[in-house]
């Protein structure tokens, strides 16, 4: 086991265009959370998902925004028509039943 | 709402020397508080927890300090060592967070430590 992993770990793209993050959580944890990080800022909570079920999601994130957890395991999330205003790290963190959160090392998205 | 405040200016020791940061929050006591390491373009890692019923939390060179009364910890680190530079973040849990574990951070306080 290696720790939560996330590809890609960079991604340009252009204004309009749909982007898509996978997180792969450490295998036994349950508890999977996505977050979003500017510069000079803390890391913003997006959604949360406990096993498949997506049981919280910010009143900030817009509905170009989704994110899935199928079976469980790793999670997607995808943004739709990209805005420069989403350029960003997008942080993935997971722990099962514990308050710890172990995070990913991230994925820096530039809308240009 | 909640809010937390850390040291917005950078912090920078020389080496050797106790480095000292601040997380003040504003409104209800958490149920915990933690601290996390953050080093440019890597996701944070966790260090310490410490629990609205514990004054004190220790892990080698760590210390951590949890002042209810005055709504504040303070984070430590002794015998500070260049590869301590980093940015040291604060998040705490609400009291309410239930089952979410919902984390609310803070800015986070840059440390440079000079040799």
């Known amino acids: 086991d290696t720790g939560v992993s996330q590809d890609p770990r960079h991604k340009i793209t252009k204004r309009g265009q749909n982007v898509t993050f996978r997180c792969d959580p450490i295998?036994?944890?349950?508890?999977l959370y996505w977050y979003r990080q500017t510069l000079g800022q803390g890391p913003e909570f997006l959604t949360y998902?406990?096993?498949?079920?997506?049981?919280?999601k910010s009143r900030l994130l817009s509905d170009r925004f989704s994110a899935e957890r199928p079976k469980g395991s790793f999670s997607t999330l995808e943004i739709q028509r990209t805005e420069q205003g989403d350029s960003a790290m997008y942080l993935c963190?997971?722990?099962?039943?514990?308050?710890?959160?172990?995070f990913g090392p991230g994925t820096r998205l530039t809308v240009l | 709402s909640q809010k937390i405040e850390q040291n917005s200016e950078a912090l920078n020791i020389q080496e050797g020397k106790t480095a000292t940061l601040t997380c003040n929050y504003t409104n209800y006591s958490p149920a915990y508080l933690q601290w996390y390491r953050q080093d440019p373009g890597r996701g944070p890692v966790f260090l310490l927890l410490?629990?609205?019923n514990e004054k004190e939390k220790r892990k080698e060179r760590l210390k951590v300090t949890f002042d209810t009364t005055l709504k504040q910890s303070l984070f430590h680190i002794t015998a500070s060592q260049p590869a301590d530079s980093a940015t040291y973040l604060c998040a705490l849990a609400p009291p309410n967070a239930g089952n979410n574990r919902k984390l609310i951070w803070g800015l986070g306080t840059s440390l440079a430590v000079n040799p």
């Open positions: 295998s036994e944890h349950n508890r």
């Open positions: 998902f406990q096993n498949e079920a997506q049981l919280e």
């Open positions: 410490i629990r609205e």
């Open positions: 963190a997971s722990t099962f039943m514990a308050d710890t959160q172990y």
